[in-house]
C-alpha cells in the first residue's frame, strides 16, 4: 500500500476545506501568524507609549501641584499683607477719629 504524502492529502469536504491542501492550510496558518505577531509587536510598542505618557503626565502633575502651592503660599501672604493693611488703617483712623 503507497501512503500519500500529507502535504498533498485533501481535507474531506465534512470540514468545509475541499478545495484546500494540508499545505495551502500550513500556509495560511503561517501567514497569520506572522501577521498576529506583527499586531502583538505594534500592541507591545503602542503600550510602552501609553506607559511613557502617563509617567510624563505624572511628573506633569508633580510640577502642577508644585506650582499650584506656590500660589497658594503667595495667596496667603498677601492674604495676610492685605490683613496687616487694613489693621493699620483702622488702627489710623481710629488715631485721627481721636485727634480730632
Known amino acids: 500500500m503507497m501512503s500519500i504524502?500529507?502535504?498533498?492529502?485533501?481535507?474531506?469536504l465534512s470540514q468545509g476545506y475541499s478545495h484546500l491542501s494540508i499545505t495551502n492550510l500550513k500556509d495560511d496558518i503561517s501567514a497569520n501568524s506572522m501577521l498576529l505577531d506583527?499586531?502583538?509587536?505594534?500592541?507591545?510598542?503602542?503600550?510602552?507609549?501609553?506607559?511613557?505618557?502617563?509617567?510624563?503626565?505624572?511628573?506633569?502633575?508633580k510640577k502642577l501641584r508644585k506650582q499650584e502651592e506656590r500660589y497658594l503660599d503667595m495667596f496667603k501672604q498677601y492674604q495676610d499683607q492685605i490683613d496687616r493693611t487694613n489693621q493699620t488703617a483702622e488702627r489710623l483712623q481710629e488715631e485721627n477719629s481721636r485727634l480730632r
Do not use: C
Request: proline share 6%; charged share 20%; hydrophobic share 40%.
Open 5 to 12: 504524502p500529507v502535504e498533498n492529502q485533501k481535507l474531506p
Open 38 to 61: 506583527d499586531h502583538i509587536s505594534d500592541m507591545i510598542s503602542i503600550s510602552a507609549g501609553i506607559q511613557n505618557h502617563i509617567t510624563k503626565m505624572r511628573v506633569f502633575q
